[in-house]
């Protein structure tokens, strides 16, 4: 199994819906993040937390919200999509954070907003 | 903020001859680059990084070099194999103590056999 396992991993919806993508690690990582994935963007941080009770804006977090349900789960939220949220969403957990350690990524979950 | 601009954004190279990639970061802050693989329908992975310490690290085939005052760092890959084939990605992370990692936009490396 992966370590780092996100659900679902394709998703079409259609704007205005209420979208939750799922994370979960078996890592033990503290640390938790979720990037977005566009053609010629690269990857783009959206939300990131240290721990259940640390929840951090990214660079890019307007339209979007996260729960930390448990140190190894970490939901992202759309709460009403629009097309230009369609993207590729990645997990990621680290130990140490990205200046000192690696990040370790789910297989990313492919949203489409219609 | 940090700025990362990669080239090319597409690579082929045949099977055996080396493949160089190449980055630029504006922050003369930043102090930690990683390069991270993405295979097809998988998240990216790490694959080297250097710290700014130092100006060059090597992990069997694979290198990277970074030159501070110019402000940019490579990727080289020695001997390619078909299994190289993926798209890199290169990073930068200032030292102010966030969590931000500002990627290049990527590279398509096409291994021909």
């Known amino acids: 199994d992966a370590d780092v396992t996100q659900t679902p991993r394709n998703r079409i919806t259609k704007t205005g819906k209420r979208i939750m993508l799922e994370c979960s690690q078996t890592?033990?990582?503290?640390?938790m993040y979720w990037y977005r994935q566009d053609p010629g963007l690269g990857l783009r941080l959206i939300y990131y937390?240290?721990?259940?009770?640390?929840?951090n804006k990214g660079e890019i977090s307007d339209g979007y919200s996260v729960s930390r349900q448990a140190q190894a789960k970490f939901s992202l939220s759309l709460e009403s999509a629009i097309p230009n949220q369609t993207a590729l969403y990645f997990c990621?957990?680290?130990?140490?954070?990205?200046?000192?350690?690696?990040?370790?990524f789910g297989e990313g979950s492919r949203l489409t907003v219609l | 903020g940090e700025n990362v601009e990669q080239h090319p954004s597409t690579l082929s190279v045949q099977e055996g001859d080396s493949a160089v990639i190449k980055c630029t970061y504006s922050?003369?802050?930043?102090?930690?680059f990683p390069w991270y693989k993405q295979e097809l329908g998988k998240g990216p992975q790490l694959i080297i990084d250097?710290?700014?310490?130092?100006g060059e690290k090597k992990d069997q085939r694979i290198a990277v070099t970074l030159n501070k005052t110019a402000k940019h760092f490579s990727l080289h890959i020695t001997e390619t194999q078909p299994e190289d084939s993926a798209v890199y990605f290169c990073?930068?992370?200032?030292?102010?103590?966030?969590?931000?990692?500002?990627f290049g936009t990527g590279t398509r490396l096409t291994i021909i056999p």
């Open positions: 937390s240290f721990d259940v009770k640390d929840i």
């Open positions: 990073a930068a992370r200032s030292n102010f103590g966030n969590e931000k990692l500002t």
């Open positions: 990621a957990t680290s130990d140490r954070g990205v200046g000192t350690g690696e990040l370790f």
């Open positions: 922050d003369s802050a930043s102090n930690y």
């Open positions: 890592k033990g990582h503290d640390r």
């Open positions: 250097i710290r700014s310490n130092v």
